[in-house]
């Protein structure tokens, strides 16, 4: 049976980059959508493949998350965790359209290879009833859940951080929370991703967790959360994009989630040319670039190395 592990020592990743107060815009992963499969007991380094789920159904349905530009996770409850095979119905999360008016299915399936009937392509778009006609076993809810990473085979600090914060919120929040396997970023962990924003962030405590799960029902960023020190990005944007976006969200404290869109291009100088547009008509250009910080740990498992720095300039 897994149990949480001890305070991490000062040389831990997480513990370093803390301690150097680096900022975490542009560092969440990307993901045009998010399917979430509970898969109960023990995760490996790679957890779709290594665990008690299928690794065959796992890396295809992996690579058909990946190919249509969404990510799959693993979650499971709160707790500790049996090393048995996974009894009984599988709960699902999928979040789409998470450009636009993000949308969250929830509900139960027997069989996870049940997850390659989905419309992948059109979990892109804004109506979810294409992936409940292929699955009628889900259905849209407007609960959020807050995905939190405990993958300590990936990186220990994600289970010796980031479960106490899993449990903590989710005393406050039964069936809101979940542990989920590796999202990257555990150099910034406690990690969290909202559903069904995407909007995810760093260095949670169980007040700010609750804070997001709170804020992601009114469909917002709180606005302790929207910050260089916690907010990672939407992750429907790539890296450059997140910052620019997180920049001028924080620059107007803007708080609905949905009330900004962006994109951006590299130029032959490096430089990424970032255009964010408010859904009231304003709009902004920021110039992004990125810089080596000091020698970090990019993980546990690594030795030190540059970091690397996301820095956002307004042109207008």
Same mark, same amino acid.
Not at 21 to 27: K, Y
Not at 82 to 86: N, Y
Not at 274 to 280: K, L, Q, R
């Given at each position: 049976?897994t149990t949480?592990a001890?305070?991490?020592?000062?040389s831990?990743?997480?513990m370093?980059w803390?301690d150097a107060?680096?900022?975490?815009?542009?560092?969440a /992963?990307?993901?045009? #959508?998010w399917?979430c +499969?509970?898969? %109960?007991?023990?995760?490996?380094?790679?957890a779709i493949t290594?665990?008690?789920?299928?690794?065959?159904i =796992?890396?295809? +349905?992996?690579? !058909?998350c990946?190919?249509?530009? =969404?990510?799959? +996770?693993? &979650?499971r409850?709160p707790?500790?965790h049996?090393?048995?095979?996974?009894e009984g !119905?599988?709960t699902?999360?999928i979040?789409g359209?998470?450009e636009?008016?993000?949308?969250l299915?929830t509900g139960? &399936?027997? *069989?996870?290879?049940q997850?390659?009937?989905?419309p992948w392509?059109?979990?892109l778009e *804004?109506? @979810? *009833?294409a992936?409940?006609e292929?699955l009628?076993? +889900?259905?849209?809810t407007r609960?959020p859940a807050l995905?939190?990473? $405990?993958n300590g085979k990936?990186?220990?600090?994600c !289970?010796?951080?980031g479960?106490? &914060?899993?449990?903590?919120?989710?005393a406050t929040h039964p069936g809101a929370v979940w542990?989920?396997s590796?999202t990257?970023?555990?150099? #910034?962990? @406690?990690?969290g991703i909202?559903?069904?924003?995407?909007? $995810?962030y760093a260095r949670? $405590?169980?007040e700010l967790a609750?804070?997001?799960?709170?804020?992601?029902?009114r469909?917002?960023?709180?606005d302790?959360?929207a %910050?260089?020190?916690h907010?990672r =990005?939407?992750?429907?944007?790539?890296?450059p994009?997140?910052?620019?976006e997180?920049f001028?969200?924080q620059? &107007?404290?803007?708080?609905?989630?949905?009330a900004l869109?962006a994109? =951006?291009?590299q130029?032959?100088?490096?430089v990424w040319r970032?255009?964010? /547009?408010?859904?009231?008509g304003?709009?902004?250009t920021v110039?992004?670039t990125?810089?080596?910080?000091?020698?970090?740990?990019?993980?546990?498992?690594?030795?030190?190395?540059?970091s690397?720095v996301?820095r956002?300039t307004?042109?207008q």
């Open positions: 049976m949480h001890e305070p991490r020592p000062p831990a990743c997480s370093q803390d107060e680096l900022p975490a815009w542009g560092t /992963s990307y993901a045009r #959508f399917v +499969l509970e898969q %109960n007991g023990p995760w490996g380094h790679s290594q665990s008690h789920l299928d690794p065959e =796992g890396a295809t +349905l992996e690579r !058909a990946a190919d249509h530009g =969404g990510r799959l +996770l693993l &979650i409850r707790g500790p049996a090393d048995e095979p996974h !119905a599988h699902v999360l979040a359209c998470l636009r008016d993000p949308w299915l139960e &399936i027997d *069989d996870p290879a997850l390659l009937a989905l392509d059109l979990l *804004d109506d @979810p *009833d992936a409940t292929r009628p076993e +889900l259905e849209e609960d995905l939190v990473c $405990t990936r990186d220990v600090c !289970a010796v951080r479960r106490p &914060i899993a449990l903590q919120a989710s542990e989920c590796h990257g970023g555990h150099r #910034f962990s @406690p990690t909202a559903l069904p924003s995407g909007q $995810t949670l $405590t169980g609750e804070l997001a799960l709170q804020a992601e029902r469909r917002e960023v709180p302790e959360l %910050n260089a020190t907010n =990005g939407r992750s429907c944007f790539k890296s994009v997140q910052v620019a997180a001028v969200r620059h &107007i404290s803007e708080r609905k989630g949905a869109t994109s =951006g291009s130029a032959a100088d490096g970032c255009e964010v /547009s408010h859904n009231d304003r709009s902004w110039d992004v990125s810089e080596d910080g000091p020698e970090l740990r990019a993980s546990c498992a690594k030795t030190p190395g540059p690397t996301w956002a307004p042109t």
